[in-house]
Structure formats: structure tokens, C-alpha cells
């Protein structure tokens, strides 16, 4: 192929591709109106005309430096920002699989404990109920804490409120609860269910 048919192709390929972007009509028309402006003003176009043949080149360097810099920096960012995540991960990998594996031993220390103390207590509360007089069933009891009904709570209350109580009952109220007597600043008494 000579050279002169490769310069052919080139420029038919350029005017594809620039008529493909920039429509013939738009062309002439831009074409015709940079004629009427030589032709009214040359001076001015002659100055327009030797300004961006002389700066035209130093714009395009700066725009294409400036432009390889930021995809450049863009990139070097990217594979900076990729290589630490991945020593992070690197490191929170394991630190996850360990904590992980503590938060799992202390559970079962828990739940062992825990199981243990039950059985333990239950086996205690046994022994007692075998050596105390036997009111109760064996069967009716049971290893589980139980909390006293609220008809054996005991009621605080103002000093004076309960004192004027123990006063209308004689004086004895405390003493037939089976409460401490009374004393100054605080009282209490036994509330019983009705």
C-alpha cells in the first residue's frame, strides 16, 4: 500500500467521523460566518487567527497533562485505597475469628455455671427438706427460686401515720407481726392480704 492511499484512507475516516459529530450544515454555516467576520474585520481575525495558532498547542499540553495527572492520581488512588482495605481485612479477619471464639467460651462458661449452680441448689434444698420435719411433699418442691406473696411484704411508711396505727390497736400491733418495736423516724408494719 503507498503511502499516499494510507493518507487517503486517514482523511476519509476523519471526515466520517467529524460529520458524524458535526453535521455538513452546522459546518458551512460556522464556515460562512468566520468569512464574514475576516472579511468585515480582518484586523481583529488576523490577531484572533495568530493568538490561537500560537497558544492552541501550549492549552492542549497543560489540558492533557492535567487531565493524565488526575486519571493518574485516580488510579494510584484506587490501588493505594484497595492495598490498605486489604491489609484491614487482613487483620479483622482473624481479630473477628478470635473475639468470636471468646464471646463463645464465655457463653458456655455462663450456661455451664449457670446449669451448675441450679443443680447445686437443688441438691442442697434437698438435703434440707430430708433433715426438716416433713410438711411438704418431695415432689412439690422445687430447685427454682420462689418469691414470698405480697401478703408478707412488709409496709413502710411515715413515722406518725404508723405510730397512730399502733396507738388504736393498743400498742401490740408490732409485737403480734412479730416486728421489732417500734422505732423513731420510721416505722413498718405487716400488711396482710384481705
Not at 31 to 50: G, V
Not at 89 to 95: H, N, R, S, Y
Not at 144 to 171: A, C
Request: hydrophobic content about 50%; aromatic content about 12%.
Amino acid at each position: 500500500m503507498a503511502v499516499s492511499e494510507v493518507a487517503a484512507d486517514l482523511f476519509g475516516l476523519t471526515k466520517r467521523q467529524v460529520d458524524r459529530l458535526v453535521p455538513v450544515e452546522t459546518r458551512e454555516k460556522a464556515y460562512a460566518q468566520t468569512k464574514d467576520f475576516a472579511l468585515a474585520r480582518p484586523l481583529l481575525f488576523s490577531f484572533i487567527l495568530s493568538l490561537t495558532a500560537f497558544t492552541l498547542i501550549p492549552l492542549l499540553l497543560f489540558i492533557c497533562f492535567t487531565g493524565s495527572t488526575f486519571l493518574f492520581a485516580a488510579g494510584a488512588a484506587l490501588v493505594f485505597s484497595l492495598f490498605w482495605t486489604g491489609v484491614a481485612l487482613a487483620i479483622l479477619v482473624p481479630t473477628l475469628f478470635i473475639t468470636g471464639a471468646i464471646a463463645f467460651c464465655v457463653w458456655a462458661w455462663a450456661i455451664v455455671s449457670f446449669l451448675a449452680v441450679r443443680w447445686a441448689f437443688g441438691v442442697l434444698q434437698g438435703l434440707a427438706v430430708d433433715h426438716a420435719p416433713k410438711r411438704q411433699s418431695q415432689s412439690s418442691l422445687s430447685p427454682v427460686l420462689t418469691i414470698p406473696s405480697p401478703s408478707s411484704w412488709t409496709k413502710i411508711g411515715p413515722d406518725d401515720q404508723i405510730k397512730g396505727r399502733d396507738e388504736k390497736r393498743g400498742g401490740e400491733a408490732s409485737a403480734e407481726a412479730g416486728m421489732p418495736p417500734h422505732k423513731h423516724g420510721f416505722a413498718y408494719e405487716s400488711v396482710t392480704a384481705s
